[in-house]
């Protein structure tokens, strides 16, 4: 095959996509393998949390692949495997549950932390469990059935497959289906962080109220104060991180959808890169965020960079 079997309606567009794309996956692919490895081999914990990044981050090396993949499968044929329809919807089949899946872990994952540190509620394990996969096999089976009815199509911007909206009445269905769970996912997400956020924020006022004798109380070599409007920044800089990865894509669903207009191909090419930068979210969550994977993270780096920390934790004030 040749480059004249497929044509690049802008080519700018669709390389600059790619390669955005096609970077973010391999970063999220290294920092996706070094959180599943600190996981089950040094981290080792059983608690639900845990289990549940160590499977967001699986799934995020599968997304990672499905993108690598797909996009040497495309410079290598000068792009014209885009004319075997198969390729399409298989592609866009894996990428989109893949992308669900990891979203659905996302949120639940959120849910759990919002539930146990800002309402102190702790549900059994079993219970996520089975909304895990009660969420994962809808996944399969709806986007089984998306592939039967060949609902996906090659995105504007010419870099990757999704659904598309009108093009037939099944498409409409899944395309409303995935509005609505990945708003709902994006909300809980929102939600939980910005819950946690005031958690911590009403922490940061008992600390700093006059006479209080935790004022002074260290976190590591950081008093408390300070140590907890770290804790707050941080938890805006994820919330600002997720919205970052979801808004466009949102938006443009949203717009499209109410408006019945296609996608401009820069708008396409912003949505699809800012939702595969989650893979590299997730897994920046894990390894930054989460204090007890960044001590063993820190473990990790040549002792000649590495930065010993000994903190104190009897609060638990930094295990979100």
Known sequence: MSESDFELNNRAITLGTEH?????????????????????????????????????????????LTVIVSQIAKWATFHSILVNDWFCQYSGLIYMLLTMTSIDGVGLLSIIRSLAIANDIKIKSIYWYLIMGVLLIFNIIFSGFGVVNKIMRIMPSQAYCQPSFSKNS?????????????????????????????????LMAEFSAPKNLTSDYLVGERPALVFQKGVIVRLFILIFMYMLCFMPELVTLIYNISTRTERDPIADSVAGAAMNLTILVNSVFVLFYHEETRVILGSLLPSWIRRDKYISNDYDLNNY
């Open 20 to 64: 955005a794309m096609f970077l973010i996956s391999i970063l999220g692919l290294l920092f996706n393998v070094l959180v599943v490895y600190i996981m089950l081999f040094r981290h080792r914990s059983k608690q639900i949390d845990i289990v549940f990044m160590t499977i967001i981050a699986a799934v995020d090396i599968l997304i990672a």
């Open 170 to 202: 099944f498409s409409k269905v899944y395309s409303g289906v995935m509005v609505g769970k990945f708003f709902l996912m994006f909300v809980a997400i929102v939600i939980s962080y910005i819950c946690i956020t005031i958690k911590y924020c009403k």
